[in-house]
């Protein structure tokens, strides 16, 4: 599905993570990786070439968004980064609850970190790495301001926000962390880890963003 102009959902099937892909040079998320051959379909469809992929970015490391990081970084030859907090579970499989998804996880060593404040940039686009600790440690959306798009991971949804349930959980820091993206202001596109996207063209998912933020 194409979101706006360089930006395409990948769609997660079932239980799988969302997978934005970004001008055709950036890849956030990766999906469990029991899907790709579906995805591969759809980025054939849309015009994208997979080789043309430079960076791979992970909001966190939960099997669903991290499980096909290894695959995805043979078929695309792009550099993989992800958050210091969540660096070890990538790696070391450690909290990333292949388990719960009857899966077994191969770690993979990150090609460099996700930094605070940190701009990643691409033909249309400029992301500031926004540190979302909460629903996992090392959690990161991707701010582009100018555009007021919001790639939010597992941190925040159309309809509510990530959970704490989790080993690697904390819902103090979660609550910080929507804290600091209500202070961002206006949303115009969210793309969430899972589920519809929510734009500015949608009020109901404008009221219900602005509901969740308005009560943390």
Request: aromatic content about 10%.
């Given at each position: 599905m194409k979101i706006a102009e360089?930006?395409?959902l990948l769609d997660g099937a079932e239980f799988d993570s969302n997978v934005f892909c970004i001008d055709n040079e950036l890849l956030v998320d990766c999906g469990s990786g029991f899907f790709i051959d579906e995805t591969l379909a759809q980025m054939e469809e849309y015009g994208i070439k997979p080789k043309e992929i430079k960076?791979?970015?992970?909001?966190?490391?939960?099997?669903?968004?991290?499980?096909?990081?290894k695959e995805w970084k043979k078929i695309t030859g792009a550099k993989v980064f992800i958050h210091e907090g969540d660096r070890k579970a990538l790696e070391t499989g450690e909290g990333v609850m292949a388990e719960e998804?009857?899966?077994?996880?191969?770690?993979?060593t990150a090609d460099g970190l996700?930094?605070?404040?940190?701009?990643?940039?691409?033909?249309?686009?400029?992301?500031?790495?926004?540190?979302?600790?909460?629903?996992?440690?090392?959690?990161?959306?991707?701010?582009?301001?100018?555009?007021?798009?919001?790639?939010?991971?597992?941190?925040?949804?159309?309809?509510?926000f990530g959970r704490t349930d989790y080993p690697s959980g904390d819902e103090k820091k979660l609550k910080e962390s929507l804290k600091k993206i209500k202070k961002l202001g206006d949303i115009k596109i969210l793309l969430p880890g899972h589920g519809a996207p929510a734009s500015k063209y949608n009020p109901y998912a404008k009221d219900a963003i602005k509901k969740i933020l308005d009560n943390i």
């Open positions: 360089g930006i395409h960076m791979i970015a992970i909001t966190h490391a939960h099997f669903d968004h991290c499980g096909g990081v998804f009857e899966a077994e996880y191969e770690g993979i996700l930094k605070e404040g940190e701009e990643i940039k691409t033909k249309n686009y400029s992301f500031k790495v926004i540190h979302t600790p909460g629903h996992t440690p090392g959690g990161i959306c991707l701010w582009d301001e100018k555009k007021r798009i919001l790639i939010s991971g597992d941190t925040l949804f159309i309809d509510g």
